[in-house]
């Protein structure tokens, strides 16, 4: 049941329980159960909104931003990665394999916020060798979900 | 001019389906839950396929059986689904969807008067092909005390001296009722005591939610008086590709050839193309989308009972056959009266053979939302009609 629960969870945080068990087949007590175990292990670590901020009247700015660093003895890259991961603007972290180290999404209210937090932040940081800010113009799909265009049922209404 | 026309072909029953079909859509807001074909998208990398085929510039004829390639993937696929072996120089033949190798391949072995056994409620075209090719159908009609599943009494009971094939059309459009090994060992038995063939149409053979579906071919003595009929359509969501598949003994397959030769030529090859990659590498998009509709048809399984509408459980294809015999209307005045009243259309179980009546067919290749938008239609309409009737 637990790779089918997070597969439909993954799409859907926000489905009832019952109807959860329902579609699952299961009683309601084990998707329960097995969604607190889930919690408890840190394999789900949140139910988040996915949000088009494009069609709100909301300003926001989003950026990717590759990250030369140099590593630490004994630690690797962690440190660098929690000192860059603390600020709250910085939205994700990860480690890349590749012609760099550390891809930092960040978001932001204005270009000018953002290239500030990486001129004044992120590269003053001793072990940042060099930084590539790349700003997003359009987001086509996120998160496995298409954002460009709404799906069309073209299908015949009655079919043999 | 209706004496120029032919008088078998006008004398061919429309489908029940068409007549249905017309008047929703004339109501443009209607919801439908009647289509039988995948609401996916066929997968992106087989899409991918196909352009690309077109980008190479591979637009000509294939050979009239398929392509080499295709049939060696159908002969492998059928060999790690079923276990069975076909040799696909000589026993694959690749068709225009499984429509076609019904047509043909029921051509290819009716002589005029050859008795047709055609279980029904079952998909549209066995009858009226099984009349152009010259034979006479006989309907088995299945029972809902038996799931819809074919008996070996009920087949016994319908053999003549001059029955040449059974149709099996399982997993079933339109119930959703499949055989499962011990249903087809009782009637492989009456098959082989009186040496007649088999049409196997299995092209929702991918779509079952209980035990991996069996095929009749895997039993003893079946497979060489079998002709399999399978596709890309249901298993791939590859419906407007027209491609499927019959595999069968040489004799016949050599025969089925001949008439796809002279009607049809060969198969689309871009399609061709693209269901090779389906093949290869289509294994996990077709485990998806099983899931998907096994959630779905739960989800209507659990809602009929919560509104106490009586309804067998189906294990195959994407369709639930609920009965609606209470309300003491047909399956057409049901239909129609909730399309009217509710705006929602589902297709009377009689388009499908008279022994449909009192049923609907409720396919449920939608999304989970759009089902429970329209069940909960169907819930109130089924109050509604109760209150009426007290």
């Known amino acids: ?160 | 001019m209706k004496k120029l026309l032919s008088d078998q072909v006008a004398a061919l029953k429309p489908s029940g389906i068409r007549k249905f079909f017309d008047i929703v859509n004339e109501m443009e807001d209607a919801i439908s839950l009647g289509v039988g074909e995948p609401d996916f998208d066929t997968p992106w990398h087989i899409r991918d396929e196909g352009i690309y085929s077109l980008e190479k510039g591979r637009t000509f004829y294939t050979s009239n059986a398929g392509l080499k390639e295709l049939k060696e993937e159908i002969s492998r696929y059928l060999k790690k689904k079923q276990g069975v072996t076909y040799d696909p120089a000589s026993e694959v033949l690749v068709t225009v969807g499984g429509s076609e190798a019904i047509d043909i391949g029921l051509r290819a072995v009716i002589n005029p008067g050859d008795e047709v056994l055609i279980p029904q409620p079952s998909f549209v075209s066995y009858e009226p092909c099984a009349i152009m090719a010259g034979g006479v159908p006989v309907v088995i009609e299945l029972k809902a005390e038996n799931e819809f599943r074919l008996t070996a009494q009920e087949l016994e009971a319908a053999i003549t001296d001059k029955t040449k094939i059974l149709v099996l059309p399982f997993p079933n459009n339109p119930t959703g009722a499949i055989m499962e090994r011990a249903d087809l060992e009782a009637i492989a038995e009456v098959i082989r005591k009186h040496d007649i063939l088999v049409m196997s149409d299995e092209i929702y053979a991918e779509l079952t939610y209980k035990e991996k579906h069996v095929s009749i071919v895997e039993l003893e003595g079946m497979q060489e008086r079998t002709i399999l009929i399978n596709g890309f359509s249901k298993a791939f969501a590859m419906t407007g590709w027209r491609l499927g598949y019959a595999c069968g003994p040489k004799a016949i397959i050599e025969q089925m050839t001949k008439v796809h030769q002279f009607a049809i030529m060969c198969a689309p090859t871009t399609s061709q193309y693209a269901a090779v990659e389906a093949l290869k590498n289509g294994e996990g998009d077709v485990q998806e989308m099983r899931a998907a509709y096994n959630r779905r048809r739960r989800y209507l399984m659990n809602a009929f009972r919560e509104m106490k509408l009586e309804c067998f459980e189906p294990f195959g294809a994407f369709y639930v056959f609920p009965c609606i015999k209470e309300f003491g209307m047909t399956s057409e005045e049901f239909a129609g009266r909730f399309l009217a009243e509710e705006k929602v259309a589902v297709v009377p179980g009689t388009a499908f053979g008279d022994c449909g009546e009192g049923y609907l067919r409720i396919s449920y290749a939608y999304s989970l939302d759009n089902l429970k938008l329209a069940i909960g239609k169907l819930a109130h309409f089924v109050e509604r009609l109760r209150a009426e009737q007290r």
């Open chain 1, 1 to 160: 049941m637990r790779e089918e629960l997070l597969a439909v969870i993954e799409r859907n945080s926000r489905i009832d329980l019952k109807e959860l068990a329902v579609i699952l087949g299961v009683e309601e007590i084990d998707v329960v159960n097995e969604l607190a175990a889930l919690e408890s292990e840190g394999i789900i670590c949140g139910y988040h909104t996915m949000i088009d901020w494009e069609k709100t009247s909301i300003e926001k700015v989003s950026a990717l931003i590759e990250v030369r660093v140099t590593p630490q003895r004994g630690q690797g890259f962690d440190t660098i990665a929690e000192r860059i991961y603390k600020y709250p603007e910085v939205t994700s972290v990860y480690l890349i394999s590749g012609g760099y180290d550390l891809l930092v999404t960040l978001e932001g209210k204005s270009l000018k916020e953002i290239s500030g937090f990486v001129s004044d932040k992120l590269s003053t940081l001793d072990s940042v060798l060099s930084t590539a800010t790349h700003f997003i113009l359009k987001k086509y799909k996120d998160h496995g979900t298409i954002l460009a265009r709404k799906y069309e049922d073209t299908r015949e209404k009655v079919t043999p």
